[in-house]
Structures are given as structure tokens and as C-alpha cells.
């Protein structure tokens, strides 16, 4: 009796699995499903959304690179996607040549589009060869425009083409290849030229390039309170490194895996400084420098971004980690706050205040504790 129930269970649970199925593939939108067979029920649902996950982000034979092209203390770079070429910036002016030679030797003959950040010589600078010596049909650059040599020059070739230069606003956007281009910036114009910078991101598949110009703090600002999704696989940092851009609240929205500073080795203005690389240590964010790893190229196929180096043939992570960061073995403690420093660290106390220590152990074990802005 005991074992005829169980029969009689086993076969009802195997019917009304059978029937749960067969009635999900005929006819999915109108079966009423019995209450006891609702956590099979879940099961199709569960396979549709791992084919759509699996699904191609970008198409068959697509292809899109990123040449953060080394100018020193300046910005270039050139974006490929799927035989379709984009400059934003291109130097200083003697990097004319420079520019001209790179974009030869990648066989660019039409440029899709030309952005100039904003009219800072370092970044309008090689423009004018771009201009002179290759085919292009859009132009997007700020407002606000200067007085300069290679401001004027590259305005008025641009002009003489017959072409006109877009000044994009905040929310714009283009199709770049099977990639997509939308400006975030400059949202109001100013006299000061680092915030009238262009910021764009370029989204191919799930991965994404922010360019942020010499944008400052207050362009930052004014972007978040825009609302926009800033987040993005790889961040072309703001002004070279300079302390007042990439601030907290804007890495934080845009959270990168990577970084690319376009800085010149022993440059006068100190850039990178010591404030923003120890707010993309803080943020895990592997760095790429040109002043250390020359021409940087990232490649996408649309899920992952892969760096190859000019100096460096084998992708490093040049982020200095608290071993190779303080190579003498020192900390520098505060004998008043009882905090504990790198030597680099700008809250250094007075000469006269200072303990050294030759590691964390030692002292921790006499009571100091590690300072939050360079966290030793
Ligand atoms: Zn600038
Ligand atoms: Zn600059």
C-alpha cells in the first residue's frame, strides 16, 4: 500500500513535469501552470537569458583600437574602428611632423572625424597637419575659441575645406563604425579654456573610452550633475595627471578598469601628480603613462580591452604598489599626529616633527598609524 502512494506520487510528478515542459514549448504565453510545477517553470526563462548574454556585442569581423599616441606634456589620439579613423587632439605644434608620419603609417588617408579638445596649444597644435595632409569630414571642437597660432591655423584650413566646426552639446552623439560617440562636455562655456574641454566617451560592445581633455574639477561637476552614465572600461585621465582633475566624485562615476595619462617625462608642472595617482591607486585602476610606456594601443573585441606599450612589450601595470613605490624601505612618521607617511606623501610634518621608520611594522608597533591621503 505504503509503496503503491509512492508509485502514484512519482508518476503524478513525473506527468506534471512532462506536461509543465511541453506546455512552456507549445504554447508559453497562455498555459495556466499548476502552483507546484512554477519552480520548473523557471528553467526556460533562465536558458533565453544565457543565449541573449552569449549573443555576439559587435559584429562578425568588426575590429576598434585606441593609438594614445606619445606627444610628452600634451594629448593625441587616434581611434580605429572598423577602417573608420577619429583624431582627438594631436599635440603640440612641433609634434605636426610626428602626427603626420603616425597616421601614414596607419595607412589613414580619410579622417571620419577630427576633435579638438579645446584651443590649448598642446592640444590643437599638430591638428593643422592632420588637417593639411589628410582628407576629413567632421570637425567638433568647443566654443570658446584663442587667439593662437595653431588655433587659427587649424580654424581657418578647417573653413578653407568648406567643412564647419560642430560645437557639440552635452547628451550629443554619433555612430563611429560599430561604435557609438556621445559628448558630455563642455556644459557651459567659460574663459577658462581647461573647462571648456570636449568629454566624449566611445562605447563599443561592453567596454568604453572616456576622453576628458584638460577638464577641471569644475567641468567634472558640472557633468555629474547632468546625471549622464559616465561609467567606462578605460579613462583618458584629465590635464595630464594635474591635481585638480579627476577628482573622488568623478572617478567614482566613472569607475575604469584603466588609465592613460598622456604626460612628457620630467615635464615642468610635475604631472602626474602624487594627488591623482594615489586616487586611481585608491580606485584599483591599472595605469598606462606615455612618459613611461610610450605609444600606448588598446584594442576591444567588444568584451575586453588588452594594452600593448611601445616600451614596454608584455601589458604592465605601471601603478606603483607600495613595494616598488617606496624603494629606500622609509616611512616618515609625525612624531605630534602619531600618523605615518611615504616620504612622497604632501602631508609631510616639519623636519624637526619627523620619525623615520625603515617599515610599516615598526611603526605600527610604536603606535603610529598610516596617513589617509598617501596610505603607506
Ligand atoms: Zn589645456
Ligand atoms: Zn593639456
Redesign the pocket.
Known amino acids: 500500500m505504503k509503496h503503491l502512494k509512492q508509485l502514484i506520487l512519482l508518476l503524478l510528478i513525473i506527468f506534471s513535469l512532462t506536461g509543465c515542459y511541453s506546455s512552456v514549448s507549445e504554447n508559453p504565453m497562455n498555459d495556466v501552470i499548476p502552483d507546484d510545477t512554477v519552480s520548473q517553470e523557471v528553467q526556460p526563462t533562465e536558458d533565453t537569458e544565457e543565449i541573449s548574454s552569449s549573443e555576439p556585442e559587435v559584429p562578425n569581423g568588426s575590429s576598434f583600437e585606441i593609438h594614445y599616441i606619445d606627444v610628452g606634456?600634451?594629448?593625441a589620439a587616434l581611434v580605429v574602428c572598423d577602417g573608420n579613423y577619429m583624431l582627438i587632439d594631436g599635440g603640440n605644434p612641433e609634434d605636426s611632423s610626428l602626427i603626420y608620419s603616425y597616421l601614414t603609417k596607419q595607412n589613414v588617408e580619410k579622417l571620419h572625424t577630427i576633435v579638438c579638445?579645446?584651443a590649448?596649444d598642446?592640444?590643437v597644435g599638430g591638428l593643422p597637419a592632420a588637417v593639411y595632409n589628410f582628407k576629413f569630414e567632421n570637425v567638433y571642437a568647443p566654443e570658446r575659441e584663442n587667439d593662437i597660432d595653431a588655433y587659427n591655423s587649424f580654424k581657418n584650413k578647417v573653413i578653407e575645406k568648406g567643412i564647419t566646426i560642430k560645437n557639440p552639446k552635452p547628451g550629443d552623439s554619433f555612430d563611429f563604425g560599430s561604435s557609438t560617440v556621445e559628448f558630455y562636455g563642455p556644459v557651459y562655456d567659460t574663459t577658462d579654456l581647461?573647462n571648456t574641454s570636449i568629454v566624449l566617451k566611445i562605447t563599443y560592445g561592453e567596454t568604453s573610452f572616456m576622453f576628458t581633455?584638460?577638464a577641471e574639477r569644475e567641468e567634472e561637476q558640472d557633468i555629474l550633475n547632468k546625471n549622464f552614465d559616465l561609467s567606462a572600461t578605460v579613462l583618458k585621465v584629465g590635464?595630464?595627471g594635474g591635481a585638480t582633475s579627476t577628482t573622488y566624485p568623478f572617478l567614482h562615476e566613472v569607475m575604469p578598469k584603466y588609465a592613460v595619462i598622456s604626460v612628457g617625462k620630467n615635464n615642468q608642472y610635475h604631472h602626474p601628480t602624487e594627488d591623482v595617482l594615489s586616487r586611481l591607486r585608491d580606485a584599483d585602476v591599472t595605469v598606462y603613462r606615455t612618459d613611461l610606456n610610450g605609444d600606448i594601443i588598446a584594442k576591444s573585441d567588444g568584451k575586453n580591452v588588452t594594452f600593448t606599450t611601445k616600451k614596454n612589450e608584455q601589458p604592465t601595470v605601471v601603478t606603483p604598489t607600495p613595494n616598488n613605490y617606496n624603494s629606500q624601505g622609509s616611512y616618515i612618521g609625525n612624531k605630534k599626529s602619531k600618523k605615518f607617511h611615504y616620504p612622497t606623501c604632501h602631508s609631510l610634518p616639519a623636519e624637526h616633527n619627523q620619525v623615520i621608520f625603515s617599515s610599516r611594522e615598526e611603526a605600527i608597533s610604536q603606535g603610529f598609524s598610516s596617513c589617509g591621503n598617501c596610505h603607506p
Open positions: 606634456q600634451a594629448d579638445s579645446h590649448h598642446d592640444h581647461n581633455g584638460d590635464h595630464h
